[in-house]
DNA sequence: AAGTGTTTTCGCGAGCGCCA
DNA sequence: TGGCGCTCGCGAAAACACTT
């Protein structure tokens, strides 16, 4: 008996427009006040999964009521559901539509290995106090009946509205800036820690870029990291396209580049979508010895396997576009920063940067 | 039935950063 | 300064779909 995952998104849009009405109105709603302590601690809470747990397993009490919403991995027996993709197919996929601060998912951050929502599994988390939080909602949710279940429901998303309302971060917004202001720039960005995102940014808006200045006919096009790229049958981090050509196909990274690398990207990607040009990007790390032989050797057989750092390979472009060029490019990286994807960290980082730059 | 490709499900391992 | 919880990138295995 799974949970239909098309029911569960339109009913979470249900209850978060009544959630949402019931922020703007200033209405209090009705609702217990131990509830509301719960509330309090699961949202003062620095760790994001307790609360978006919680999201799912409500969504899943109101949804089937046979449900043992403690058990949120489908082998846990026969009440039990599968909590992760509910999370990952509905839940989260809503919280960063509606630019509410979350996780990238919860059942892989803090919920791991067929978690079950009981006081033993709080041992291994670092905030005991919002886990217990955590099963006192969890608890109430289990004893209420449908109506009360669905006010609770509601109650929750009323917090998340709250608390997206508490922690937009505006990026600071730069006009213009020298070659050597940008050299400073991206070197420093680069030293972010991001998980490989700003490289892939920076990337896709340097080629947009190039592809406004020069008004080329170009597609660029980048996909999510976590997204699994094998089965999405694109060819890498970033592609770009030129009608149904792929022109050019970026492999961006962070780690330094092994052969072990080279070779298996050249085996799924560039065999099996006959990519004709194939670019490895890379930070902070050289490429190792071994995974530029290999590459040397995909070459002579025909291939076009090449190795570039993306900082110089920036900064070159720019120097050749000129003043006009590099406005752009500033336009393209706020646009990519400026979206629900990038974590809060990672934009306080580019503000941080900025205002050392320009500042005093 | 067997082969081939795609989607779903679940979690590993490494690295970051907080905290003592 | 080292331990450990939290994140993230990546991919294996199972399930499913669709041909041959």
């Known amino acids: 008996m799974g949970i239909d995952y098309s029911d569960a998104a339109a009913l979470l849009d249900d209850l978060f427009t009544e ?171 680069l030293q972010v820690p991001s998980g490989g995102l700003l490289p892939v940014l920076l990337t896709v808006a340097i080629l947009r870029t190039i592809k406004s200045y020069f008004g080329l006919t170009w597609d660029v096009q980048w996909q999510d990291i976590n997204v699994a790229d094998k089965a999405s049958g694109v060819g890498g981090d970033v592609t770009v396209m030129q009608g149904d050509v792929m022109i050019l196909a970026v492999e961006v990274t962070e780690r330094p580049i092994e052969k072990a690398r080279v070779v298996s990207t050249f085996n799924t990607k560039i065999v099996r979508h006959a990519i004709a040009d194939y670019l490895f990007i890379y930070a902070n790390s050289l490429p190792t010895e071994e995974a530029k032989a290999a590459a040397r050797t995909y070459f002579s057989q025909g291939h076009e396997v090449n190795f570039l750092q993306v900082g110089d390979w920036i900064i070159h472009n720019l120097g050749t576009i000129g003043a006009k060029g590099r406005g752009i490019f500033i336009q393209e990286i706020l646009a990519l920063l400026d979206t629900r994807k990038v974590p809060a960290t990672v934009k306080v980082a580019w503000n941080d940067i900025v205002r050392q730059i320009v500042g005093p």
Request: aromatic share 10%.
């Open 19 to 189: 959630a949402e009405v019931a922020f703007q109105t200033q209405l209090p709603l009705q609702i217990d006040p131990s509830i509301e302590k719960i509330a309090d601690t699961l949202f003062a809470s620095s760790t994001q999964s307790y609360r978006e747990a919680l999201l799912g397993c409500a969504l899943a009490r109101l949804l089937d009521q046979s449900i043992n919403i403690r058990y949120p991995y489908v082998n846990q027996g026969m009440y039990a559901f599968n909590g992760r993709t509910l999370d990952e197919k509905v839940v989260n996929p809503f919280l960063h539509d509606r630019l509410i601060p979350s996780s990238k998912g919860p059942y892989l951050a803090s919920f791991r290995r067929s978690v079950k929502f009981t006081p033993e599994t709080g041992g291994g988390l670092r905030d005991k106090e919002g886990y217990t939080a955590f099963l006192a909602y969890l608890e109430a949710l289990e004893n209420a009946d449908v109506a009360t279940a669905r006010s609770l429901a509601i109650y929750l998303l009323f917090r998340f509205v709250k608390l997206r309302d508490a922690s937009t971060i505006p990026l600071s917004r730069i006009s213009r800036l020298s070659l050597d202001q940008f050299g400073i720039l991206l070197d420093k960005l």
